[in-house]
């Protein structure tokens, strides 16, 4: 299964994120490690964002990359789980089962 998201939604979350912290794009991009024009590229020019680049710069600008693609947070928690179900399949799949039966 691939997760996928809506780009032009993450592109809005994106500059929204930006002007909040009040930080430009150029300023940004820099931070995350990336060519001055990456995010203008992204969020203007509609380029399609890797998701590592993406991960980086939001790593280097406290922005949530869950946030960004998907438009809601992760807990530590649920992180810490999703990260326990990653290395152990079966439990994964009995806690799938679990909850599909709700």
Do not use: W
């Not at 691939?2 to 940004?28: C, F, K, N, P």
């Not at 399609?48 to 530590?76: D, M, R």
């Amino acid at each position: 299964m691939t997760a996928t998201y809506d780009t032009i939604a993450m592109r809005e979350r994106l500059q929204a994120l930006l002007e909040e912290h009040g930080v430009s794009m150029r300023v940004a991009s820099i931070k995350g490690e990336s060519t001055p024009g990456y995010l203008h590229s992204v969020i203007k020019g509609g380029a399609e964002p890797t998701v590592q680049k993406l991960a980086q710069i939001c790593s280097a600008n406290g922005f949530s990359l869950a946030y960004v693609l998907f438009g809601f947070e992760v807990s530590p928690e649920t992180e810490r789980l999703m990260a326990l179900m990653e290395k152990e399949p079966q439990a994964r799949d009995g806690i799938l089962s679990l909850l599909d039966k709700k």
